[in-house]
């Protein structure tokens, strides 16, 4: 059975499953070059189609999680959230405005995908379903996830009028997700964070990360007050304060909130606002485990909050939690995986006593092969230095160009589905200078405030991160921080926070043989027991998808040699 799945806003997407298996994934920003590109993924979708060498004739269902609508089962939080506010003209009226800005925009995205379905898909043959927005979220982490049984934890601005939902999990139960709790899009930790973001100068939707990086250098305890002014958490529940202090969007900002932000340093409201989200997320799944007698569960995570890595690791040390996943691409670009396995475990019939049906996702690699995609590059190929290796000689050679100091643009089979390069759209460079953090942040212009993230052997891990363990996933895709061995940091300070923490990628020789390769030998050629792997791209800019861009990179300096790898060959280029 094969099933496209489809998500139409935010960074839009497009997946293929087929008999159980994400088989291809891709944005639309990697083909039309647009950071977060949100219009219909009719590029992506073409992607999918075309790796796996089959036409729209050929799928059997589309599956779609943008905007279902209002699920009838939610009319009870609003009910309660209005009845909170009913003596509070102003409350009620941000009320308002929240669901007819949700109905307006959401009118606009489903309009879009039906006028796709009604032009392209046969609906006498083929069959179309639609999902809630976190449902689909939830199924995006759980049901690829390693994990038979469990619970989920979603998170994000909002979506199909919901903004946070917890939902219990069990693989075999005829009802395999069952819904726990539930806030609507007014009581958002998304917005609560994002308006933190650009109230601190930053963009909403895009720079959260800076933010997160910026509170490790400061002090959180004065600022906390002025956070739980626009939300808490008590009993279970998200309370908004809705009013000057806190609003379901981005924007704007009343004099009052604008005010009071300024008696604080950025470095100190970054701290609180970070130290009150993962307080926030902590005690309220806390209070719903607490509730379910749950301990030693396995925890499934996706929607966009859980980008937040330091929010994944305090979850990680919750003394309930024994083991997590954060679906990689954890944002709404991860809603056609969701949505992809939700039509694939209902179209199967009951689930209990029988085999997995959706199979783990274990790798990213899910994007386009490195290729041309014009001809323009592919034609000037002799105005660059050329150097080709067979494979077996292409990782020691890689090396030596590390030993040189070269600022390596790294493009290694097939791309990354979300938004962490993971070894085959990255930049490599070496973890032993600290000014790095400066002066390849300059090159990229970038300002970021969090460290370039590690990438290391799973065979040493133990001896990087402290109370390593080699069954921790979130390792595998850079979703979660860990605490630092003192060893590690000093050897590798360019990858270390001033919190004495890193965002790693682990890697074996299966997940990515050239990467791991590299690694071995750069373990005996330096002291140091990782590289950097950051994104291949400069600011605001997707991360590079084709041979064509990376050859944009090398022209324009970002990169002082090009690496192309194949499992057959490799070419290194730079500029003459």
Request: proline share 3%; net charge negative.
């Amino acid at each position: 059975m094969k099933l496209l799945g489809i998500c139409n806003d935010e960074t839009a997407s497009a997946c293929l499953m087929v008999n159980g298996e994400i088989v291809s994934a891709a944005s639309e920003e990697r083909f039309t070059r647009i950071k977060f590109d949100n219009s219909f993924p009719l590029n992506a979708i073409k992607f999918c189609l075309d790796y796996f060498n089959i036409t729209l004739s050929d799928i059997d269902v589309v599956a779609y999680a943008w905007a279902k609508g209002f699920d009838p089962n939610l009319l009870q939080n609003y009910l309660s959230l209005g009845a909170q506010y009913v003596n509070d003209e102003d409350a009620l009226a941000i009320l308002y405005d929240r669901i007819k800005w949700e109905i307006d925009k959401d009118r606009q995205n489903r309009k879009e995908f039906d006028q796709w379905v009604s032009e392209n898909i046969d609906e006498n043959n083929q069959r179309v379903m639609d999902f809630y927005h976190h449902e689909a979220h939830a199924a995006s982490a759980a049901l690829v996830s390693p994990f038979d049984a469990g619970y989920v934890f979603t998170s994000d601005g909002r979506g199909d009028f919901e903004a946070t939902t917890i939902y219990k999990f069990d693989r075999d139960s005829s009802q395999q997700l069952k819904k726990l709790f539930s806030s609507t899009s007014s009581e958002s930790f998304g917005y609560y964070y994002g308006r933190i973001t650009g109230l601190l100068g930053f963009k909403p939707m895009r720079h959260e990360g800076k933010v997160t990086g910026l509170a490790a250098y400061g002090d959180s305890r004065e600022a906390l007050t002025l956070c739980k002014k626009m939300m808490e958490v008590i009993d279970g529940q998200i309370v908004p304060y809705l009013g000057d202090y806190y609003r379901p969007f981005f924007a704007p900002y009343s004099e009052v909130l604008e005010s009071e932000i300024t008696k604080f340093s950025k470095e100190d409201m970054a701290a609180a606002a970070q130290d009150h989200l993962e307080a926030m997320m902590t005690s309220l799944l806390a209070f719903y485990l607490a509730k379910e007698n749950a301990a030693d569960i396995n925890l499934m995570c996706a929607g966009g909050v859980f980008s937040n890595v330091k929010v994944t690791q305090r979850l990680k040390e919750m003394p309930s939690v024994t083991n997590v996943y954060v679906q990689p691409q954890m944002g709404d670009g991860g809603l056609c995986i969701g949505a992809c396995a939700l039509a694939n475990e209902s179209l199967s019939g009951p689930s209990a006593n029988r085999k997995r049906l959706t199979k783990e996702l274990q790798t990213m690699y899910l994007g386009p092969n490195a290729q041309f995609r014009e001809r323009t590059f592919q034609n000037r190929i002799n105005d660059f230095n050329c150097t080709s290796y067979v494979y077996a000689d292409a990782a020691p050679a890689f090396v030596q160009s590390l030993k040189y100091g070269r600022v390596v643009g790294l493009i290694n089979g097939r791309m990354e589905f979300g938004p962490r390069a993971l070894g085959n759209r990255s930049i490599i460079v070496v973890t032993s200078d600290k000014s790095i953090n400066d002066w390849l942040n300059e090159r990229l212009s970038r300002n970021e405030f969090m460290p370039f993230a590690p990438v290391l052997r799973a065979e040493i891990a133990d001896k990087c991160i402290k109370n390593y363990k080699a069954e921790d996933v979130t390792l595998n895709f850079m979703t979660s921080t860990v605490d630092c061995t003192d060893e590690f940091e000093k050897d590798n300070p360019a990858v270390v926070h001033v919190d004495h923490t890193a965002r790693p990628q682990i890697v074996t020789k299966m997940s990515n043989e050239f990467i791991w390769n590299v690694l071995k030998l750069w373990e005996t050629e330096s002291l140091e027991t990782s590289l950097v792997n950051t994104s291949f791209n400069v600011h605001e800019e997707p991360i590079v998808c084709d041979v064509d861009e990376g050859f944009i990179s090398l022209e324009n300096g970002i990169v002082d040699e090009l690496w192309v790898v194949s499992s057959n060959d490799a070419h290194c280029f730079s500029v003459k």
